[in-house]
Each structure stands twice: as C-alpha cells, then as structure tokens.
C-alpha cells in the first residue's frame, strides 16, 4: 500500500520570507503523481502544483516550486515570497492508475502560518 | 462555470439515524470521488465512481456506507445506523476522468457531519 508521511506537523514564516514543507512516500509503482493541496479554514482543498513522476524536471507554478527526489521518495514544496493568503494547512498527495482508480492518498498535513 | 457543491455543509444527527450526503460535481466532470477527512488528519479515500458505475469501493469502512450516482453526475453517500466514530467532514472531489493519466481532483467544500 502507499504511504505518504508528512513529519512537520506544524510551520511558521514571516511574510516575504521562503519556507519548505517536507513529504516522503513509499511506493512500489513506477509510474505515479505527486500534489500539494492546501485546505484554508474554508474547508475548500485547492489543488498547488502537481509533479508527473516520469518528469525529472520539478514542477513550478509562480511562487510555488517541489523539489522532487525520485530515488530518495521525497517531494517539498518550496513556497517563494510568503503572503498572509498562504495561511493554509497544506497536504502532499500520491496517486497512480493502478487498478484503473485515481484516489489520492494523502498526508497527515502541515499547518503553515504566515506572520505579518 | 461552477465547482464542486455539496449540501448540506453542515450536518448534525443522532447515534442511530440514516443521513444523506450530496454532490454536485463539475459540469462533464465523469469521475466522482468521496473522502472523510476526520480532525486533525488527511482526507481519505471512499469511493470513486466513473460514470454511473463505482469503479473502487474499497474504501468504504463497512456495509453501513453507500453511495449512488445515478445519472452520471449527482452522487449521494448514504450512511445508514449512524454512530459517534462517523463524525467528519466528508469530502467530493470531480475530474475530466479521461483515460490514460490522472486528471486533477476540484474539491467542494466538505459536508461537515456531528453524530450526537
């Protein structure tokens, strides 16, 4: 079974500065996806920026980047530029298509605070 | 275009009682998935439906959970004899469901459920 281990269960940063959330997996497929959702108090997960594991190159989305380790099953996300908004708790997700369903496996999460 | 609905938002019952849980998925969206995400945890797998059909049921917990989708695109989740360990915010996410890679999940707001 996939698991996906999120070991910081709590972070803060100052508004302006650079933090990075950490995520490791474990699988056994070759093929498979990687996200980070964040869930504001709002309840409403919005999805961050996904990685294709086939993909060496990380994925970017404006102030959000992954350091993607394939060998080493690990999957950060980097947050440039912190901003009040990004106040969130933030979730890494596995998925493949084995067996034809999609589901995401999720983490515990990461609440990430951004201080003024 | 609208997101993902889900009514009620909130939900509060009595140990023992049959609720109902709806989800409006995107317009086109053909897959449907249903997670619960209890406090302070991610958000797991229930079911996912593509089309009609629930194609993985395997996260349903016990015979007292069951979900329909009818026509292709409303799903109702139906937990019948309702007890305390219920208490969650369930989760419906909607993709394109195209074959051949994983879609990206939009999430509706969650159902917040209290059994009393």
């Known amino acids: 079974a996939q698991t996906v281990t999120q070991s910081q269960p709590e972070m803060s940063v100052q508004e302006a500065e650079t933090v990075t959330l950490s995520c490791t997996y474990d699988t056994s497929e070759s093929n498979y996806y990687l996200f980070w959702y964040k869930q504001p108090p709002s309840r409403q997960m919005i999805l961050v920026i996904r990685?294709?594991?086939?993909?060496?190159q990380n994925a970017t989305e404006n102030r959000f980047s992954v350091n993607f380790q394939k060998a080493a099953k690990s999957f950060s996300l980097k947050i440039s530029d912190s901003q009040l908004g990004d106040t969130a708790m933030y979730f890494c997700?596995?998925?493949?298509?084995?067996?034809?369903?999609?589901?995401?496996?999720f983490g515990k999460g990461t609440k990430l605070t951004v201080n003024p | 275009g609208a997101g993902v609905s889900q009514t009620p938002s909130n939900k509060v019952t009595e140990k023992g009682k049959y609720v109902e849980l709806r989800c409006d998925p995107i317009?086109?969206?053909?897959?449907l998935y249903w997670y619960r995400q209890s406090l302070g945890q991610g958000p797991e797998f229930l079911i996912y439906?593509?089309?009609?059909?629930?194609?993985?049921d395997s996260g349903l917990p016990n015979d007292r959970f069951f979900a329909v989708r009818p026509e292709g695109s409303v799903s109702t989740l139906k937990i019948q004899r309702t007890e305390r360990g219920d208490s969650a915010v369930y989760l419906c996410?909607?993709?394109?469901?195209?074959?051949?890679?994983?879609?990206?999940?939009?999430f509706g707001p969650g159902t917040r459920l209290t059994v009393l």
């Open positions: 439906f593509q089309g009609t059909g629930a194609a993985d």
């Open positions: 996410a909607s993709s394109l469901g195209t074959s051949g890679g994983t879609d990206t999940q939009y």
């Open positions: 990685q294709e594991a086939y993909k060496q």
């Open positions: 997700a596995f998925s493949n298509t084995q067996g034809g369903s999609e589901k995401l496996v």
């Open positions: 317009s086109g969206h053909t897959a």
